[in-house]
């Protein structure tokens, strides 16, 4: 395989790198919404909450992306394929981030939430300076987990018609004829991003540990 | 959308293949994954050391890697290396191969759990390497295992859909075609989803009735 193939490779990482994060961020901050929803004692709320994590757990990611590129021009929403994977991928994101961060802000003790009350803490202060921070560190081997799931079920999105690592290893080969090597560059480029990404979060776990004792 | 029942009629045969087909990739591969799982754990655990560092890299490599990729190395490139395969089988190798090696780490994981000086006391006792494991290991491991083990299948289940990419002719694969050809492909999808929602749902049911199970058997008898 010649380098120029495998830095169109490299280049459709990009998209990946890029489509991947954009889902984990949206997703947290759905997920969030979706746990708030869960712990409610709003018997409709949590109900809605628990639908919306058990389907999107429950559904194959692929079907999900299918169903989504599909629905979202029938709504009238005439959106780029890219948006659609993006939707997709977050909405299937946050039903597994929520369940993760119900455990987290289920933790919170609540002789924490009692002191913050008595300073006369709004709860939308509460929820920033005491609650997120909380759950987020309790998440985040979790999250980590997640955003690596995610970095690989970004591969789904190419059969919608994203032009990310995977589809452009298929392009390619179906144009050179040289599925092995180009599929087998295109695993290990998945292989090295994970690490990273696993590399990284065990530097942010230490640092969160030590900003703790502090 | 109009609600056609002698559309469905016309077309139950042809579903119910496809869904036999999803149940029997999705059982056939999770079996032959669990079996290669176990023995890639047993391997690690007992084999010698480069068989350690290279069922490692198996695992590692599978595990850092989508399915999605595996698949097509496995259905294109395959042939490249004179392994030719129609796309069930093809499908079900993929599945067993991407299993067994998350299923490695859950055993792994649960051999590990089970404490030494049980190990050990049965070697004391005369047992073989074989005894122990069936006698200490396993029973032993059980509840930890089950649950992952629960998870596992089911993410098994959900990932039979992406064999439809590979042609696989699935449930997916076949609702897929059906849909698009009906010009009612969103709504086809949306009681797609619900199909495999549903299998799911009763999956986790069945694993947890079967850990209550369990539990009361260890407990009442200790």
């Known amino acids: ?214 | 959308m109009k609600f056609d029942l002698d559309l469905i009629v016309s077309l139950a045969p042809e579903l119910l293949r496809a869904a036999g087909l999803t149940l029997t990739t999705w059982l056939g591969g999770a079996l032959a994954a669990l079996v290669l799982g176990f023995a890639v754990a047993l391997g690690r655990r007992y084999g010698p050391r480069f068989l350690d560092s290279a069922l490692r890299a198996y695992v590692e490599v599978i595990r850092g890697t989508p399915f999605l990729i595996q698949l097509f190395l496995l259905y294109y490139g395959g042939p490249f290396i004179g392994l030719s395969l129609d796309p069930v089988p093809a499908g079900l190798l993929g599945l067993a191969v991407y299993g067994a090696a998350y299923f490695s780490e859950i055993f792994r994981a649960g051999f590990e759990s089970v404490p030494h000086g049980h190990v050990e006391a049965g070697e004391c006792l005369g047992l073989d390497r074989a005894q122990i494991v069936k006698r200490i290991l396993i029973p032993e491991m059980t509840m930890l295992v089950l649950p992952p083990t629960v998870n596992m299948l089911i993410v098994l289940l959900k990932e039979t859909a992406v064999l439809s990419i590979i042609t696989v002719p699935e449930l997916t694969f076949q609702i897929s075609a059906i849909g698009s050809e009906k010009y009612a492909f969103v709504e086809a999808m949306f009681l797609l989803a619900c199909f495999y929602w549903g299998l799911v749902e009763l999956c986790g049911r069945l694993g947890r009735t079967a850990e209550a199970r369990l539990s009361r058997y260890r407990f009442a008898n200790t």
């Open chain 1, 1 to 214: 395989m010649s380098i120029k193939l495998f830095l169109l490779l490299v280049q459709a990482c990009g998209w990946t790198i890029v489509i991947s994060v954009t889902s984990i961020v949206l997703g947290l901050a759905l997920g969030t919404m979706v746990s708030a929803a869960m712990l409610s004692s709003h018997r409709l709320l949590s109900l809605a909450g628990r639908t919306f994590v058990s389907f999107f757990r429950g559904a194959p990611l692929l079907v999900q992306l299918l169903l989504i590129y599909n629905l979202l021009p029938m709504l009238g929403l005439n959106v780029p394929s890219m948006v659609a994977a993006i939707v997709g991928l977050s909405l299937c994101t946050a039903a597994y981030q929520a369940e993760n961060l119900r455990g987290g802000f289920a933790s919170v003790p609540t002789g924490l939430l009692e002191a913050a009350d008595m300073l006369g803490l709004t709860p939308l202060q509460q929820f920033w300076r005491i609650r997120a921070p909380i759950a987020l560190r309790m998440t985040l081997p979790a999250l980590t987990n997640e955003a690596i799931m995610i970095l690989k079920a970004s591969s789904l999105v190419s059969v919608v018609g994203v032009i990310e690592l995977t589809r452009m290893a298929q392009d390619l080969s179906a144009s050179t004829f040289k599925p092995l090597p180009l599929f087998a560059a295109a695993a290990l480029l998945y292989l090295v991003i994970n690490g990273l990404v696993a590399t990284g979060a065990q530097a942010l776990e230490r640092s969160f540990r030590w900003g703790s004792k502090a």
